[in-house]
């Protein structure tokens, strides 16, 4: 047997200096070639445990397995009996620290490219319509709220069991944050639309511009005819620093600036309506991959200056390892150990944040070492732009609007961990609205634990088969 290869087949990108220039794709992905390559050096473990560490339970080693043997095609159908939205896992999930940190393959060497190889397959199949079985209709009706990750999963493992589901989007368009919140270059919206077609074409509706907890609550929707609601309204509402200087013109939240960018077209103006300013330097305060995709805009909008500020060390950032590279490669500056406590203005408009050295002491709750602020070490630096990305809570409207919904302190829906039920019968939440801002492939996990539950609830009620 030829020795496998002990690192991963390179996956090939745009240079950096042409992709900081546009907004296409960075990563290009693999070819037939290239996958079948990486697919062998799989060792197809009888205990893979790499399907431990994948929040939906795809069949790693034998969609792998369909790959090495030249059968891209029913790869695909592998996965999606798992996963409904394989082409954007592929892309965005945090493999580093799910399955790909549990692959036996790294004992000597690096994982099996497990991501790369789910993008693949989805690619070859994505122009060719599959989608999965669906069974015969129940009488059940649920109503989902929220296109995003969690939603669709939800929608679309419900839809797969038969069931008659709508999903309701506050939005004029479905997708949630897998629209707004995350930049062309990582994930195309016309990926997001077609993963979006296979769910719709699952049978499922998408009703867009309703927001739930205005134009209808729950308990209309349940006199409405819903006898169940899962509740994806994810995490919208921005947190802000609460230091002087956030109320000048140029500062974003994260959240709005993506919107605006991604959702909006503003990198369009005015050949769409929506603009946006960046001016020559750009300022992005946080560390997670929100943080990351904010820069990395800023920089394609146009900005010369770019540089991240961070309260800890690179070794705390949350954000992937790949898009903290990505963002070096692209010139994006990083002031790691620095704080941020006034941003300057001059006539309404901003102009430069101060900021003071920070070193780290001891760990704090969250296990990372907590960081101290340096004595007498303010400094300040030009911005023209500060765009906040340091957290999301869900938007409180849905809980404002529901009595007896049980919610957290900081905003999120108490759940029932095992089935995702809330404090009100026949209705289930996850996602962000329950964990705060978290990955897309665990708001997925979410959606299909509480599909399941939805299903056994439902047939519990007497919604049996016609």
Known sequence: MPRKRPNKVDMPVQPPHERKKNFDEVALGYTEKQAMEEALRCLNCKNARCVEGCPVGVPIPEFITKIAEG????????????????????????????CEAKCIRANKGEPVAIGRLERFAADFAGDKELTGAVAKKRVGRVAVVGSGPAGLTCAGELARMGYSVTIFEALHAPGGVLLYGIPEFRLPRSLVEKEIRKIKDMGVEIVTNVIVGRSITIPELFED?????????????????????????????????????????????????????????AVVVGGGNVAMDAARTAKRLGAKNTCIIYR????????????????????IEFKTLTH???????????????CVEMELGKPDASGRRRPIEKPGSEFTVKADTVIIAIGQSPNPLIRQTTQGLKAHKWGGLVVDEDTMGTSMEG?????DVVTGAATVIMAMGAGKKAAKAIDEYLQSKGQRLN
């Not at 309506?273 to 001016?279: D, F, K, M, N």
């Not at 992937?320 to 490669?329: N, S, T, V």
């Not at 941020?340 to 101060?354: R, S």
């Not at 209705?427 to 996602?431: H, L």
């Open 225 to 281: 005819g819903y006898q169940a609601v899962f509740v994806a309204s994810g995490a919208g509402l921005p947190k802000f620093m609460e230091i002087p200087g956030e109320n000048l013109n140029g500062v974003y939240s994260a959240n709005e600036f993506l919107t605006r960018v991604n959702l909006m077209k503003a990198y369009d103006f005015p050949n769409n309506p929506t603009p946006i300013y960046v001016g020559k330097n």
């Open 71 to 98: 059968k891209p095609e029913e790869a695909y159908k592998t996965i999606f009996k798992q996963n409904t939205l394989p082409a954007i896992c592929g892309r965005v999930c945090p493999q580093e620290s799910q």
């Open 312 to 331: 800890r060390g690179m070794e705390e950032m949350p954000a992937r390892r790949e898009e903290i590279d990505h963002a070096q490669q692209e010139g």
């Open 340 to 354: 941020p406590i006034e941003i300057m203005g001059e006539d309404g408009w901003v102009k430069a944040v101060k």
């Open 427 to 431: 209705v289930y939440a996850g996602g």
